[in-house]
């Protein structure tokens, strides 16, 4: 396959009336943020809405409706690293507008599908458009700013993807309650077109380019082995750890990449450029992020079964508990970023994990009756933790990589975001669910919502169950970050 290389960006022609070039720096930083928020939002904002999906087509609430959610975030580890490395070929601009305007096309489909089936493949062409705009906008967002700005301008893209994942659920409830469950997808329609509009005036244009050689089958390669990984992770405790299925999904993946790597080392127009991960700073900034996740993740995925099945609270109030989070990393971030700025990450980053892995041992101590504001003093400090850490660290991360191949460390950095999240589902989901706490508050739940009458015995037992598989789960996402506060004290110097 013939693309085009690395070239430089034709910037348009600015007449005296168009804005300054800190203004326009600026802009970009809020379309690209825009972008990042409506991708991440649409793989939390689902979740509260699927029982009602399920119900609508006749289904039950597991099985094929599933892989409305587990669908699009597959295609899109999937992709990111690919996508990535294109992008470096043909131009970012070009592939983010192309993601944003699949990602559009996408909702509209997911909104008026017909059936179950037709929604799952309209999911998996939204992950092509969210994969397309991932993969990119780190780069973006690096190219629109100096280095000098460039820790305060990713810091504004961790408080989009915070938001994005910690609001899904409150607008997900509310949208379903008083309009429909189409409308979780019908939203972004107008962000989307009004952001396209935008974006074709704002961007630069990617200036005309030679052909060369792209290695397809790399590519394909990657793209098994990462989605079959994925794919493992998420369904390894349905189909179980030891099935015959799981070890040969995951046989697959592991399989595929060794072939990847193989073949990307031979040939002269590699998918993934290997030498990239040979960098200190890069290696230990990209596994940073991965525990950072496994850990942080699971703070929005747990923590509405704690208020919903243990404390009875609606699905939109639990929503809103959740955000002095996502408001604790709003503020903290950019301030974060400037300071990486200016000291540099090394010990920013580290230090972030570390106050994060405080807080969440002390979400590990919450009990079924613990007051709303000892939830939220906690939430704050793992909010802070986050905040510190994710720009310092993406900063590392890009500045790490070399101009030319921006795009492709842009991509890396996007997989290992939806790797960890779906590796936290996938680990801290497991250890709720072995030590019973899923049963006991689906048991509570149903108890609740069809006015069943449990002994103040059963329940203390269900309630004790419950808060003993939430503490460990817990516990274990406070190891994944000392983990990757580790890996991120010992990363070394950076340039």
């Known amino acids: 396959m013939h693309l085009a290389p690395p070239a430089t960006v034709e910037p348009r022609t600015r007449s005296a009336t168009e804005p300054s070039a800190l203004a326009h720096s600026r802009a970009t930083v809020v379309l690209v943020c825009v972008g990042m928020f409506m991708t991440t939002l649409d793989a939390s904002i689902v979740n509260i809405g699927l029982p009602t999906i399920a119900h609508a087509f006749g289904t039950s609430l597991g099985g094929a409706v599933e892989w409305v959610i587990i669908g699009y975030l597959v295609v899109i580890a999937s992709l990111l690293l690919t ?10 601009p070009r592939i983010w507008m192309a993601g944003l305007a699949v990602f559009t096309v996408g909702s509209a489909v997911c909104g008026a599908a017909p059936s179950l089936a037709l929604l799952i493949a309209a999911r998996g062409l939204q992950g092509v458009g969210a994969a397309l705009i991932l993969a990119t906008s780190t780069a973006i967002l690096t190219d629109a700013v100096g280095p000098a700005q460039r820790g305060r301008a990713l810091g504004w893209s961790a408080v989009a993807i915070a938001f994005g994942v910690s609001t899904g659920p409150t607008i997900g409830g509310l949208l379903t309650e008083y309009l ?154 950019p301030v974060a970023g400037t300071m990486a700025d200016r000291y540099g990450s090394r010990w920013l980053a580290p230090l972030g994990l570390a106050i994060a892995t405080v807080g969440l041992l002390l979400l590990a101590r919450l009990e079924p009756a613990s007051a709303i504001a000892d939830v939220a003093w906690r939430l704050v400090v793992v909010g802070f933790g986050q905040g510190l850490f994710q720009s310092p660290n993406t900063r590392a991360l890009m500045s790490a990589a070399p101009a030319a191949e921006q795009g492709e460390a842009s991509g890396l950095l996007a997989m290992a975001r939806v790797s960890g999240q779906a590796l936290s589902v996938g680990v801290a989901g497991a250890v709720f669910t072995s030590l019973g706490g899923a049963a006991a508050g689906n048991t509570l739940l149903s108890a609740r919502t069809h006015a069943q009458q449990l002994g103040a015995a059963e329940r203390a037992a269900l309630r004790d169950t419950f808060i003993h598989a939430f503490h460990d789960a817990f516990i274990l996402c406070a190891a994944f970050a000392a983990a990757g506060a580790l890996t991120a004290l010992v990363r070394g110097r950076e340039h």
């Open 180 to 333: 429909s469950w189409r409308w979780i997808f019908y939203v972004n329609l107008p962000i989307g077109l009004g952001a396209l509009g935008i974006a074709h005036r704002l961007l630069p244009r990617d200036a005309r380019r030679t052909r060369v050689r792209f290695d397809v089958p790399g590519a394909l390669l990657l793209a098994v082995g990462v989605a079959a990984l994925n794919l493992g992770v998420s369904f390894g405790s349905t189909w179980g750890w030891r099935s015959a299925r799981l070890l040969g999904t995951m046989a697959l993946g592991v399989g595929a990449l060794a072939a990847a790597v193989a073949i990307e080392r031979r040939t002269t127009a590699p998918a993934m450029d290997v030498h990239l991960v040979r960098n200190r700073v890069f290696v230990s900034a990209l596994a940073s992020m991965v525990f950072s996740m496994m850990a942080l993740f699971a703070v929005g995925f747990l923590l509405p079964f704690y208020f919903e099945e243990l404390r009875g609270y609606s699905s939109a109030r639990a929503g809103v508990l959740l955000t002095p989070f996502a408001i604790t990393v709003g503020v903290v971030a």
């Open 83 to 92: 996508i990535g490395r294109l992008s470096d070929m043909v131009g970012r």
